[in-house]
Nanobody
Framework: VQLQAYGGGLVQPGGSLRLSCAAS????????IGWFRQAPGKAREPVSF????????YYAPAVKGRVTISRDSAKNTVYLQMNSLKPEDTATYYC????????????????WGQGTQVTVSS
């Protein structure tokens, strides 16, 4: 099983980025996919997760209204569209996959990607 997170970069405040999490080696439709982030000196925190192709996604209060998670089952990929980015969104973003259900707790995820850096700065 492999999860590959990419799409991070340097963006100015108010800008947008789309992160991607490409999964291989697992039954994608059975797995929930989540995004977490970790800023320097802080604990990893949940950002958003999508349990399956159905059901409402979760968004952390800090990003709600600015972030959208989506799944492309044909590509085994989950996207995290982030708009109106703020300096406090600066962190390494990780995607995780879990079965049969996932939530905002890291231990519910069986597999993790390597992380992609997002830096929001002028």
């Amino acid at each position: 099983v492999q999860l590959q997170a990419y799409g991070g970069g340097l963006v100015q405040p108010g800008g947008s980025l789309r992160l991607s999490c490409a999964a291989s080696g697992l039954a994608f439709y059975n797995y929930g996919i989540g995004w977490f982030r970790q800023a320097p000196g802080k604990a990893r925190e949940p950002v958003s997760f999508s349990r399956t192709s159905e059901g409402a996604p979760y968004y952390a209060p800090a990003v709600k209204g600015r972030v959208t998670i989506s799944r492309d089952s044909a590509k085994n990929t989950v996207y995290l569209q982030m708009n109106s980015l703020k300096p406090e969104d600066t962190a390494t973003y990780y995607c995780g996959a879990g079965w049969p259900t996932i939530g905002p707790i890291e231990s519910e995820y069986h597999y993790w990607g390597q992380g992609t850096q997002v830096t929001v700065s002028s």
